[in-house]
């Protein structure tokens, strides 16, 4: 079983930034859509980005649009996620995963994703 594995987060205050990385430890996605999603305890696990294979299109929660970045280099196999202007409601576990699908559509419903990580924990003090 295909896992990821995602790393970065910490505790920051309101305000800072956090650089996510989502590693894929020998297996290539360069051909699928990546996704990073969040979830906050008691909360259901939520779209925050969307990347196509070629970098070339990106998509955004509006919670997140014009504060976070997606980006990605196939050459690495990793998917990066800058967090600026954090936010308390930010605070959440952090997941990136594949669509299950090759293709350039981004979907934002996680069910179109698949080969979850264990996430990275994302704490924003007020």
């Known amino acids: 079983q295909v896992q990821l594995v995602e790393s970065g987060g910490g505790l920051v205050q309101t305000g800072g930034s956090l650089r996510l990385s989502c590693a894929a430890p020998g297996r290539t996605f360069s051909r699928y859509v990546m996704g990073w999603f969040r979830q906050a305890p008691g909360r259901e696990r939520e779209f925050v980005a969307g990347i196509t294979p070629t970098g070339a299109v990106t998509l955004y929660a509006d919670s997140v649009k014009g504060r976070f970045t997606i980006s990605r280099d196939n050459a690495k196999n990793t998917v990066y996620l800058q967090t600026n202007s954090l936010k308390p409601e930010d605070t959440a576990v952090y997941y990136c995963?594949?669509?299950?699908?090759?293709?350039?559509?981004?979907?934002?419903?996680?069910?179109?994703?698949?080969?979850w990580g264990q996430g990275t924990q994302v704490t924003v003090s007020s």
């Open positions: 995963a594949p669509k299950r699908t090759i293709g350039t559509v981004i979907k934002t419903n996680r069910d179109a994703y698949d080969y």
